[in-house]
């Protein structure tokens, strides 16, 4: 426990609060980290989409979709003022199995050739708590627009350990859709209706907004301090399966 200060005669007990309140820990939702609005961008290498799907009743057929782009004008001190417009590349979408794939994005669902790419422009957002939010916003999927709301957690938002040592924003989501409510209604007897969505994104500061002492660090790393990451190696050939459905 800290003792409590006292103002000895003739000491000059301002300059002492002063100093204690100087030397006093910073708490997790204070100061260098709460440095008021900033823009971000996702990180399209640890921003994923997650979607489960009823595959005739007898499992829930899980993909995800990796490679999302998009910027957020976020302040962690002020959830409701945050803003995010970010790109799902649907052509991306990987279910396990080339055939899936193909199906699941053929011109009787998805539509990847013709829709490529999903949307979601955040319209407003009503905090919970400190860590947790409802984000209301408009999802295009398959040309058709909705509203959505996405139920977030902001895991943590610091500067990241490692080179280029950006302020990194990581938060959780997870929303349910209907595929029918956006046009996408084929194969009703072995897809089920009902998606299960989760993402996880991380965003870094964009470069200049709002500098603080993490951008000097970013300065003075030399590039050549960059962590690289081993190649990995490609994946054995997968034997086709005998049916082409989804």
């Not at 002063?18 to 996702?42: C, H, I, N």
């Not at 993909?63 to 649907?90: K, M, N, Q, Y």
């Not at 829709?115 to 916003?137: K, L, N, W």
């Not at 989760?198 to 660090?217: F, K, L, N, S």
Request: net charge negative.
């Amino acid at each position: 426990m800290t003792r409590p200060m006292m103002c000895f005669p003739g000491w000059r007990c301002a300059a002492l609060l002063m100093l204690g309140a100087a030397l006093a820990p910073v708490g997790p939702a204070e100061s260098a980290e709460s440095s008021g609005s900033a823009r971000y961008t996702l990180d399209p290498v640890h921003t994923r989409v997650m979607f489960a799907i009823s595959h005739a009743g007898y499992s829930q057929a899980i993909g995800t979709v990796s490679g999302s782009s998009g910027t957020l004008e976020f302040d962690p001190g002020d959830l409701r003022s945050a803003r995010l417009e970010a790109s799902v590349p649907i052509a991306r979408l990987e279910l396990g199995d080339a055939k899936w794939n193909q199906a699941a994005l053929a011109s009787n669902l998805l539509d990847g050739k013709d829709h490529p790419v999903a949307t979601f422009v955040s319209t407003r957002v009503e905090p919970i708590d400190a860590q947790h939010a409802s984000v209301f916003g408009t999802l295009t999927l398959h040309g058709v627009a909705k509203e959505v709301k996405l139920d977030v957690t902001v895991n943590k938002v610091k500067r990241y350990p490692l080179p280029p040592f950006r302020r990194t924003a990581g938060f959780s989501a997870t929303t349910t859709i209907s595929r029918k409510d956006f046009g996408i209604g084929a194969w009703p007897t072995l897809i089920g209706d009902s998606v299960e969505l989760r993402i996880e994104a991380e965003a870094q500061r964009a470069r200049g907004d709002a500098p603080g002492q993490e951008d000097a660090a970013t300065q003075e790393q030399p590039a050549t301090d960059a962590i690289t990451p081993a190649p990995v190696p490609e994946p054995a050939p997968t034997p086709a399966p005998q049916d082409a459905h989804p």
